[in-house]
């Protein structure tokens, strides 16, 4: 995020809460000309204070209050890509506002993911919608032509490069950080966490897909493929290539695909989780009331109309 994932102007900031020579709480933020938000951006798919082991909800809370008498000092704070489940974020909330501040919760997005410990691709597929089932059994058998690599290594920029290569001819808009990509490939590799997933037409990339591997999880970061061989269904195609591997291979427990409530995500996984934000407001000044009114009269208006 630091190296190729924040706009201009903007400054990284750590604020650090600590007591007895014990450091509690640290929370990664980022500054600019409108403040302070969390660090944090489009490619976040989970936001969290870092506390330290086995706190109690009442030593959450007590930290959580020391921050807020710092935060209070710029009017608004947000933080996003936060588990809204989380068993943390209740008591955190609590010391936020005992320290002065109000938590507006808004939800962000949704992930979706598939528990998948034990299961090798039969399993797995069997569980999946008759639709898809049918749709991977028909491309993989008129796979000709098309070759799937897997990109692990520190040795990736022929990876990269046709990553972007892919991604420059698909739907998707141009990256609004077009360096961070290139870097989270880079650090994953570095890490060992990296699996770079290629499709190839006669040596051509069609797809390309950017999985993270760490702890028995699997979470694809990033896809995209060439829209003008879309009739192939190469999308499908290396998703069916990369599950496979991931299951019979790396044998992971947990498949993760990522930040947003793409329709297709539900054929391929099950299970939802909402990511919520929290807008930190200080009533005492007036932006903080401001942004306070304006979150309150948004959610009577839902009321009324939903």
């Not at 204070?49 to 706190?55: F, G, T």
């Not at 010391?95 to 797995?124: K, M, N, S, T």
């Not at 190469?234 to 290539?241: E, F, I, M, Y």
């Not at 329709?263 to 299970?271: H, L, M, Q, S």
Request: charged letters at 25%; glycine letters at 12%; aromatic letters at 6%.
């Amino acid at each position: 995020m630091i190296e190729a994932g924040m706009e201009a102007g903007m400054q990284a900031e750590f604020l650090i809460v600590a007591a007895a020579g014990r450091q509690l709480l640290l929370l990664a933020m980022q500054r600019g000309p409108a403040g302070l938000v969390g660090l944090s951006g489009p490619y976040t798919c989970l936001y969290r204070p870092l506390l330290a082991r086995d706190l109690t909800a009442t030593e959450i809370t007590d930290a959580a209050a020391a921050a807020a008498r710092l935060l209070r000092a710029v009017p608004l704070c947000r933080l996003e890509a936060i588990d809204g489940g989380a068993a943390w974020v209740t008591p955190f909330v609590a010391g936020l506002r005992r320290g002065g501040l109000l938590a507006l919760r808004f939800d962000h997005f949704g992930v979706w993911h598939e528990p998948v410990a034990g299961l090798g691709w039969e399993g797995y597929m069997a569980q999946r919608p008759g639709e898809l089932r049918e749709t991977v059994r028909r491309r993989l058998r008129r796979a000709g032509g098309l070759s799937c690599e897997i990109v692990t290594g520190p040795d990736n920029a022929d990876g990269i490069a046709a990553y972007e290569q892919v991604y420059a001819r698909s739907w998707k808009v141009p990256e609004p950080f077009p360096r961070f990509n290139a870097t989270m490939i880079d650090r994953a590799a570095a890490h060992g966490a990296l699996r770079l997933g290629l499709l190839r037409e006669d040596g051509r990339a069609i797809a390309a897909q950017i999985w993270l591997v760490a702890n028995g999880r699997a979470m694809v970061a990033k896809l995209g493929h060439d829209e003008a061989r879309k009739k192939l269904s190469p999308g499908t195609v290396l998703t069916a290539h990369m599950i496979r591997h991931l299951l019979e291979i790396e044998r992971v427990d947990l498949l993760d695909f990522g930040r947003g409530d793409d329709p297709y995500k539900a054929a391929w996984t099950t299970r939802r989780e909402q990511r919520i934000g929290l807008m930190l407001a200080n009533p005492l000044q007036p932006a903080g009331a401001l942004a306070i009114g304006r979150h309150m009269l948004g959610r009577m208006r839902r009321k009324v109309t939903g």
